[in-house]
């Protein structure tokens, strides 16, 4: 897949990154990106790991996976837009999930720290509207969770009463 094809499936699939970057900006931001290709069940991540890398899903799911002893328990999936991995790259912490393709395999674009690092001096304004997407991804995950503790102590109100 050529430069081009590629940053045309991510204006298609990463509208919302996309939405203030001509076409030459993110043939640009291809610069700074690695195209991975993971066949289905394969690991990308795994609990424990720094992030060193983030990813932008362009095909495919990314499954979400808590372990508990030898077992894993699905929390979650990841479909093509979106950002997978980006608190524990910026935090630096071990990841706290396991971070496999879905069922059908995924196409994702790998940012790692270097490449983030150089895009920030090269290209500020593709890089800020990179920060902006991960922060509106980021503050996606906290609304979410925040609704479903929420939902979770009405039940247990309920429950109590």
Known sequence: MSYEQLAIQVQQTCKEFCAALTQDEVSQFMRYVHLIELGAGDTLADVGDVGNSFYMVLAGTVRLFQLKDTNEFSVGKIAPGSLVGEMSFFDQRPRTLRLKAGGEGARLLEINRQMYNQLRI???YISSNLLEFVIRSL???VRQLSA???MLSKLQLAEAV
């Open 122 to 124: 090269e290209e500020p």
């Open 139 to 141: 503050d996606e995950l």
């Open 148 to 150: 479903e503790n929420a």
